[in-house]
């Protein structure tokens, strides 16, 4: 089967999930692979399987090629320790006790692999059913998710004006990227939890000697952030996960290419980072779980 009637299959299952972002009403499958609203806003579903629901093409740094390197990185394990983790708090926090569908929203998702991936692992340990729901504003990272990962409802949406229904969600994940709890807040079931891991201090120090000696950027905090999630969610839990990655010249192309540590760095400095011929770098993570107040 195309990959857009397997996609339409899944979202139309799970049509109760969406709202209109124009309008706020509910939206079902039209004949043609388009998701409508009672009031006509329609949204067609992309032929590599997914839908696009933003309501104004927006330009952003997070392209195609910086998602892409992402996702070989991902790929190569980068952040699987990160990632085990979160599914072993998922099991001890997200209060799965009876057989009902769980659903699980990927704000920010990139390129898809961490949704994935944590699917994979829990519906290896359990026979709840899942669905993963993964939304991010860049249509470059969502159209690499799409292509990599089936089964996995992948929407092209702004995390600010989320189009989901109230209380729809048993976890949300939201992995190094932007946040909006009241939009978080208003998707998650009132016994959900919400998952959020930001760079530690130590996140990839090694780049950051590199590239920014003697400026305000070598040392880094995250303090503020965790205090914005504290003032909008109960915290849980507050985790560190900190380990190093070996790297070869390849992976440590792709890593220059897709963090946002570069984004102001020099061509030439990239190239010295090269030459030094870094081989490890240090993975740096808070990981925070909160519920709704
Ligand atoms: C550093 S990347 C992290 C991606 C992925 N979670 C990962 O860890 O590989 C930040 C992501 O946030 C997304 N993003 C930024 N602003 C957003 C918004 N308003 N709505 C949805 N996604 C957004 C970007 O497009 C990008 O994919």
């Not at 229904?165 to 909006?180: E, H, M, R, T, Y």
Request: net charge positive.
């Amino acid at each position: 089967m195309k990959k857009i009637y397997k996609a339409l299959n899944i979202i139309s299952n799970n049509s109760h999930l969406f709202k209109c972002p124009v309008c706020g009403s509910k939206m079902s499958i039209l004949d043609s692979p388009t998701l409508a609203c009672d009031n006509k806003h329609s949204f067609d579903l992309a032929r590599q399987g997914y839908i696009n629901m933003l309501l104004k093409s927006n330009k952003t740094k997070y392209d195609r090629d910086m998602l892409k390197s992402r996702s070989i990185i991902a790929k190569s394990g980068f952040f699987d320790p990160m990632l085990q983790e979160i599914c072993d708090l998922i099991v001890k926090k997200a209060g799965f006790e009876n057989t009902q569908a769980k659903f699980i929203l990927d704000a920010g998702c990139g390129g898809g692999s961490h949704l994935s991936r944590i699917l994979t692992t829990l519906k290896a340990e359990s026979d709840i059913s899942l669905q993963g729901v993964g939304i991010d504003i860049s249509k470059g990272g969502i159209s690499i998710a799409a292509r990599d990962y089936e089964g996995i409802i992948w929407c092209v949406a702004d995390l600010a004006n989320l189009p989901f229904n109230d209380k729809q969600f048993n976890v949300v994940l939201n992995i190094l990227s932007p946040a909006s709890y009241t939009e978080f807040s208003r998707i998650l079931k009132d016994s959900g939890i919400l998952i959020k891991v930001v760079p530690g201090k130590d996140y990839l120090i090694q780049l950051r000697n590199i590239f920014y000696d003697r400026t305000d950027k070598k040392s880094y905090s995250n303090e503020q952030v965790i205090h914005l999630f504290t003032q909008n969610f109960n915290m849980i839990e507050h985790k560190m996960c900190s380990y190093n990655v070996a790297l070869n010249e390849i992976s440590l192309r792709h890593l220059l290419n897709m963090t946002p540590l570069t984004w102001n760095v020099e061509k030439e400095k990239l190239e010295k980072a090269i030459e030094m011929g870094i081989r490890e770098v240090t993975a740096d993570f808070h990981i925070i779980i909160g519920k709704k107040f």
